[in-house]
């Protein structure tokens, strides 16, 4: 099991940069692969990006090509992900979410992947 902590959010400008941290606890946080998703005001959540255990493979979805990027620090039980050019429509709440463990790695895009989750950290980008 493992429990998550998302932080780095806040209101920014336009075009601004963020870098959101999810710190994981326990000694096995290497082990799980690791999937950002954001829910945005009256939407429903969405994937944006995730990054295999080693952090050897990562995957975006479309919203997250070009701007962001998904990495992690297994030393520090810490993934990352870095925004640049935000706009005031990914504004949302950023979580982060661990899958259990498994043989294989694919781009795990979606919630029914994951299995444990952090409480969110909003961003809101003003115009």
């Known amino acids: 099991q493992v429990h998550l902590v998302e932080s780095g959010g806040g209101l920014v400008q336009a075009g601004d940069s963020l870098r959101l941290s999810c710190a994981g606890s326990?000694?096995?946080?290497?082990?799980?692969?690791i999937g950002w998703f954001r829910q945005g005001p009256g939407k429903e959540r969405e994937f944006v990006a995730t990054?295999?255990?080693?952090?050897?493979?990562?995957y975006y979805g479309d919203i997250a090509k070009g701007r962001f990027t998904i990495s992690r620090d297994n030393d520090l039980n810490t993934a990352f992900l870095q925004m640049n050019s935000l706009q005031p429509g990914d504004t949302a709440v950023y979580y982060c979410?661990?899958?259990?463990?498994?043989?294989?790695?694919?781009?795990?895009?979606?919630?029914?992947?994951?299995?444990?989750w952090g409480q969110g950290t909003q961003v809101t980008v003003a115009s």
């Open positions: 979410a661990a899958r259990v463990p498994s043989g294989s790695w694919s781009p795990f895009n979606t919630e029914a992947n994951y299995a444990y």
């Open positions: 326990g000694r096995t946080f290497g082990s799980y692969a």
């Open positions: 990054i295999s255990w080693s952090g050897g493979s990562t």
